[in-house]
C-alpha cells in the first residue's frame, strides 16, 4: 500500500531509472538499504539479493517478474497461393444419393390414395 520507488543501484553512482533497476520497497526497508550497512542488488528478473552485515544472502521474490523483451524477428513469407482447385479427398464410406435412398425404394408398392380403407373407420363426413 505504502511503498517508495527506489533505484536499487543509486542514481547517483550511475544507476539507470529502468524497470530493471527500480524496486517498491516499503518505508522500513528503504530505510534499512540507506541507513544501515544492509546493501541490496537486483537481478534483472526484478529479484532483490539483501546482505546483511554478518553476510548472509536472503532473495525476495518480486510480486511481478519482468521478461526480457523478445527479439524482432521478421515475419514468415506468406504461403505460395494454391494453384487450381483443391482436390477434395473421396471417402469411399461416405453415402451417396444411389447408395443412401436404394434400400428404401420398392417401385411395387401401391399408391397410398387407392388403398383400401380400414374396416373400422369412419368415413362419413363430422356432424358439424
Known sequence: ???DLDHTRDKQFGGPTTATNLAHLCPANHNLKHFSNWT???APDGTLTWTSPAGKHYA???ATRIRPKPPHTEPPPPPEPVIGPIPLPHDPWA???TTDRAP????NRAPNHTAAPHNNVDTSPPPF
Not at 104 to 107: A, C, E, I, L, S
Open 95 to 97: 453415402p451417396n444419393r
Open 40 to 42: 541490496v542488488t537486483g
Open 60 to 62: 525476495t521474490d518480486p
Open 104 to 107: 428404401n425404394r420398392t417401385p
Open 1 to 3: 500500500r505504502n511503498c
